[in-house]
């Protein structure tokens, strides 16, 4: 890769990471899902009217909109509510990685191999540690509903690798336009009325920065800046650059909020990075053999989710 590309593959990264703490310092400002529906909302208008017409079947944009927008990421906005740390939270959500390995395996005949596996079974004990380190002082159910957001977006890669979308950046503004009805009505049923009223009418230039950098920086420059990556160079050139958004993601907790990072955190961070990037890799590896770089949501197996993390090849977080 020429070094102009190398440094927007981390800047990328460093957008998705950073991401995590600007979600846990809108959920002071938002309620979760009115939030996660503001950022799709944000994020599909007006790009929608500049991407042109969808590239894929609209089962393929309406299920990817619904596992990938209402369930995952509805998940991690009330896991972060509820107290998931915004460092740990762009840490543990990587174990999408494994969910995608298994999930394909199930839903398209994907056999892993030994080094994939061994690699699912690293990540595997880094989500043990980090779940006794939180268990020990943090909300347990907060760090369940992130794993929970983690397994979702493992479908929605399986959905996406299912799709084959050839251009990221316009299936991804497409998937936006799903979730906003169905979020916009859990917000109503759940958080209520008076609470999103409340929320919308306090929103000041903070609010509207926050949700700005959510859906355009991480969403829109993110997804299509990374579809650009995987047009000219191999996922597995790519992908491993999703692997610095947990870096990126605990640092600027650690800097901007005062998180503290304990021994148990650093060895989960260790065990987790280390067994996302053996799984993978390896899949990385298999699809550039195959001569298939057509990923376009970052999943963290091949190349990342689109937010976000692109696909066939890992992806963020975007996100």
């Given at each position: 890769?020429?070094?102009?590309?190398?440094?927007?593959?981390?800047?990328?990264?460093?957008?998705?990471?950073?991401?995590?703490?600007?979600?846990?310092?809108?959920?002071?400002?938002?309620?979760?899902?009115?939030?996660?529906?503001?950022?799709?909302?944000?994020?599909?208008?007006?790009?929608?009217f500049f991407v042109g017409?969808?590239?894929?079947?609209?089962?393929?944009?309406?299920?990817?909109?619904?596992?990938?927008?209402?369930?995952?990421?509805?998940?991690?906005?009330?896991?972060?509510?509820?107290?998931?740390?915004?460092?740990?939270?762009?840490?543990?959500?990587?174990?999408?990685?494994?969910?995608?390995?298994?999930?394909?395996?199930?839903?398209?005949?994907?056999?892993?191999?030994?080094?994939?596996?061994?690699?699912?079974?690293?990540?595997?004990?880094?989500?043990?540690?980090?779940?006794?380190?939180?268990?020990?002082?943090?909300?347990?159910?907060?760090?369940?509903?992130?794993?929970?957001?983690?397994?979702?977006?493992?479908?929605?890669?399986?959905?996406?690798?299912?799709?084959?979308?050839?251009?990221?950046?316009?299936?991804?503004?497409?998937?936006?336009?799903?979730?906003?009805?169905?979020?916009?009505?859990?917000?109503?049923?759940?958080?209520?009325?008076?609470?999103?009223?409340?929320?919308?009418?306090?929103?000041?230039?903070?609010?509207v920065g926050i949700i700005?950098?959510?859906?355009?920086?991480?969403?829109?420059?993110?997804?299509?800046?990374?579809?650009?990556?995987?047009?000219?160079?191999?996922?597995?050139?790519?992908?491993?650059?999703?692997?610095?958004?947990?870096?990126?993601?605990?640092?600027?907790?650690?800097?901007?909020?005062?998180?503290?990072?304990?021994?148990?955190?650093?060895?989960?961070?260790?065990?987790?990075?280390?067994?996302?990037?053996?799984?993978?890799?390896?899949?990385?590896?298999?699809?550039?053999?195959?001569?298939?770089?057509?990923?376009?949501?970052?999943?963290?197996?091949?190349?990342?989710?689109?937010?976000?993390?692109?696909?066939?090849?890992?992806?963020?977080?975007?996100?």
């Amino acid at each position: 890769m020429r070094p102009l590309h190398i440094a927007l593959a981390a800047l990328v990264a460093a957008v998705w990471g950073v991401n995590f703490v600007v979600i846990e310092v809108g959920l002071g400002h938002f309620p979760p899902l009115l939030f996660s529906a503001l950022r799709f909302l944000v994020a599909a208008l007006p790009a929608v009217f500049f991407v042109g017409r969808p590239k894929v079947a609209w089962k393929w944009i309406v299920g990817v909109g619904l596992v990938l927008g209402v369930a995952k990421f509805g998940l991690l906005f009330i896991g972060m509510d509820r107290g998931m740390p915004a460092g740990l939270s762009s840490l543990v959500l990587q174990v999408q990685a494994v969910f995608t390995a298994l999930f394909a395996a199930l839903a398209l005949g994907e056999r892993p191999g030994r080094i994939r596996v061994l690699g699912m079974m690293v990540a595997l004990a880094g989500i043990g540690v980090a779940a006794v380190d939180e268990g020990a002082g943090g909300p347990v159910l907060a760090f369940v509903l992130v794993i929970a957001a983690a397994a979702c977006w493992g479908v929605s890669n399986v959905l996406t690798r299912k799709a084959a979308p050839p251009d990221s950046l316009n299936f991804m503004v497409w998937v936006s336009t799903v979730p906003v009805l169905p979020l916009l009505g859990l917000s109503l049923l759940f958080e209520g009325w008076d609470r999103d009223a409340d929320a919308l009418a306090a929103l000041d230039w903070s609010g509207v920065g926050i949700i700005v950098y959510v859906a355009w920086i991480t969403t829109v420059f993110g997804f299509g800046a990374w579809g650009f990556l995987l047009r000219h160079h191999p996922a597995s050139s790519v992908a491993p650059f999703t692997l610095l958004v947990p870096v990126f993601g605990m640092s600027a907790a650690a800097l901007l909020l005062g998180e503290s990072v304990s021994p148990l955190r650093w060895c989960a961070a260790a065990l987790l990075v280390g067994g996302v990037a053996l799984t993978s890799l390896a899949g990385a590896r298999r699809t550039g053999r195959a001569a298939s770089d057509r990923a376009p949501v970052p999943d963290g197996n091949a190349g990342p989710a689109e937010p976000e993390t692109p696909e066939p090849a890992p992806r963020p977080a975007r996100t």
